[in-house]
């Protein structure tokens, strides 16, 4: 054994040690599936999932919970839980302690009878919109700054299941349109039973971007944390593992090389 990898393996080691002493490691987030989801079910989410996987190596558990999303940057902000599940950049408690874990897109979705399709900002004025309060659907880019300019045709949810609220809301006329991550709402469709009352409506031009685990700042753990998971991840990677979680999720590798 060389000398780096054996001191490579005291480092693990070490590190094992010392956060097998600490509790469940708590992960938070909001429904955003197939990245999270409801964890008393059988499918938490591929990003659960993977972290299970990487904490039971070591010999830890996870303790996983569910809440509203603005509710969630501020636990994990103040270190009411160690790990902040499918956050943009932007929305990290603190944007050095955070894993690129996904990829993030944005798409629109109206009913089946509405014939509207995106093309810009402007024309989207026209039509009622419903999205999430708190959310980042351009990474603080022209559709945010629309979003959160109080204009009287958006509606903002909150609360325990926003979009299941604006699915709602949509079937029954009240808005015209909603948006979320395109993965999150081809799942939703899906899950509901209204595929052949929806129809997709475009997807935002342009932007595509990363999605993130945040750890928490308040944490004194948590740069080591951060390591354990960033080295699992390669592991699972070249033993082929995370391929096999996210396709039972559909979704590809945010590393692929078509990126």
Request: with cysteine; aromatic share 8%.
């Amino acid at each position: 054994m060389t000398a780096w990898r054996a001191l490579a393996l005291l480092a693990s080691c070490l590190l094992s040690s010392q956060l097998l002493a600490t509790e469940p490691v708590r992960l938070v987030g909001d429904e955003f599936c197939p990245y999270n989801c409801d964890p008393a079910s059988g499918k938490p989410g591929y990003m659960v999932e993977v972290l299970e996987e990487i904490f039971a190596a070591q010999g830890m558990t996870i303790n996983y919970r569910l809440k509203p999303w603005s509710r969630a940057v501020h636990v994990v902000a103040n270190g009411g839980a160690q790990i902040l599940l499918a956050n943009t950049y932007n929305s990290a408690p603190n944007k050095r302690l955070q894993l690129v874990m996904g990829e993030d897109s944005t798409c629109f979705l109206a009913r089946n009878n509405y014939t509207w399709h995106y093309s810009d900002i402007p024309e989207l004025q026209q039509h009622r919109l419903g999205a999430i309060q708190s959310y980042h659907y351009d990474s603080g880019g022209p559709l945010d700054q629309y979003l959160r300019s109080n204009h009287p045709q958006v509606y903002l949810a909150k609360g325990e299941l926003p979009l299941r609220s604006l699915m709602s809301m949509l079937l029954q006329e009240r808005i015209d349109l909603l948006l979320d991550n395109c993965n999150v709402l081809k799942r939703k469709v899906s899950k509901m039973g209204i595929a052949e009352q929806t129809r997709p409506a475009g997807t935002l031009p342009g932007y595509h971007a990363d999605l993130h685990i945040a750890f928490s700042p308040a944490d004194p753990d948590a740069e080591q944390l951060m390591a354990l998971v960033r080295d699992g991840l390669s592991a699972m990677r070249s033993s082929g593992r995370l391929a096999e979680i996210l396709k039972a999720y559909n979704v590809n590798d945010w590393q692929r090389e078509d990126r």
